[in-house]
């Protein structure tokens, strides 16, 4: 007679998906928040099952991200992190794959990767630390580096226009596009769930204080006094309306973005657009992605643009899995040794 043997089910948390790595960043530099927030969401993201995701980074301060998940990992090589990744999904579609990237790493030598892999959908989730600088190397200006910024490399000022990571995103037809903030830690959390839970490339843009070579970048969007003027939360279905006192909203005027002051009488809320993250068109995400293009418009945070079409990864799975249904398993010896063939002695 068979015994009852009890199963134990065990509760992973934030603690098993830290490698026990010494942390190699600078003190207070906004990498750390992310990280904690990674591995606090991936014990209700992954489960148990550490060993079925796999981080890629390039290079950059970002990029060894890596070496701190206790998961499977690689410290590639500049820029090519999504084509790596890429490799893994399609090798391995089973597996969850992640990439770790900052600005200069993914939008400069990167930046071809990056729109292919958005454009084929392939089912990646892609983290990119802005900092608006690089860090790594030093403090030079980089690909996200506002005009007439000065550095090492630009020392009378930047005269080059930043990407816009979210407009360049959503113009590679991305199929989820958001952005988070390395200091409000919840809001994180909740958009790398949202990442994880979409199948095809989902891609977050997180602002990152680099608190050597561009410390404060961030501060009209992160500190207490000036935040709520400057930071437009977008939730779904719900009107755009931002402020301490959440007494203005966003309208169109014509083709143009305007301010609707809802503490004036006459105004109403009805005149403010309504969130809508799953539009199947790209107009409205565009329109938002390029908000901070006029001056005194807050900064959206949050998910721009979310919606369905088939993964690249799957689609090749699929036609391999048809071509063997038709032709049987392949044979590498009769590929190899087809035809002309020749022996040197």
């Not at 501060?219 to 437009?232: A, E």
Request: aromatic residues 10%; contains cysteine; glycine residues 10%.
């Amino acid at each position: 007679m068979a015994e009852n043997i009890e199963t134990k089910v065990i509760k992973l948390t934030a603690k098993d998906f830290s490698s026990g790595q010494d942390v190699r960043w600078c003190p207070g530099c906004g990498d750390y928040s992310i990280l904690a927030q990674v591995q606090r969401t991936f014990p209700e993201i992954i489960g148990d099952k550490k060993e079925n995701v796999v981080w890629i980074s390039g290079i950059g301060c970002s990029s060894r991200f890596p070496y701190y998940m206790e998961t499977y990992g690689m410290h590639s090589i500049h820029g090519r992190a999504p084509a790596i990744a890429t490799g893994v999904k399609i090798a391995r579609p089973d597996l969850s794959v992640w990439v770790a990237t900052g600005d200069g790493d993914l939008l400069s030598i990167g930046g071809n990767h990056f729109i292919h892999a958005c454009r084929k959908n392939i089912d990646l989730k892609v983290l990119l630390f802005n900092n608006r600088i690089y860090g790594l190397t030093k403090g030079q200006y980089s690909p996200t580096s506002e005009k007439g910024k000065v550095t090492k490399t630009t020392p009378f000022g930047s005269v080059d226009y930043p990407f816009n990571p979210v407009s360049l995103a959503i113009g590679s037809d991305a199929t989820f596009v958001a952005r988070a903030m390395d200091r409000d830690a919840k809001h994180m959390q909740e958009m790398i769930k949202r990442a994880a839970g979409h199948k095809g490339l989902a891609f977050i843009e997180i602002f990152q204080n680099c608190v050597i070579y561009n410390d404060g970048a961030f501060d009209l969007l992160t500190k207490k006094d000036t935040k709520d003027d400057n930071i437009l939360v977008l939730e779904q279905g719900k009107p755009m309306i931002f402020g301490k006192n959440k007494d203005k909203g966003i309208k169109m005027d014509g083709y143009k973005p305007a301010i609707v002051d809802l503490s004036h009488n006459g105004n109403s809320i009805n005149d403010v657009l309504v969130h809508d993250e799953f539009d199947e068109s790209p107009l409205r995400a565009t329109f938002l992605a390029h908000l901070t293009d006029y001056d005194g418009f807050p900064t959206p945070v949050g998910v721009f643009r979310q919606i369905k079409k088939d993964t690249y990864d799957h689609g090749i799975e699929e036609q391999i899995s048809g071509v063997v249904k038709m032709k049987g398993e392949g044979d590498l010896d009769k590929i190899l040794f087809n035809g002309n063939t020749w022996e040197v002695n």
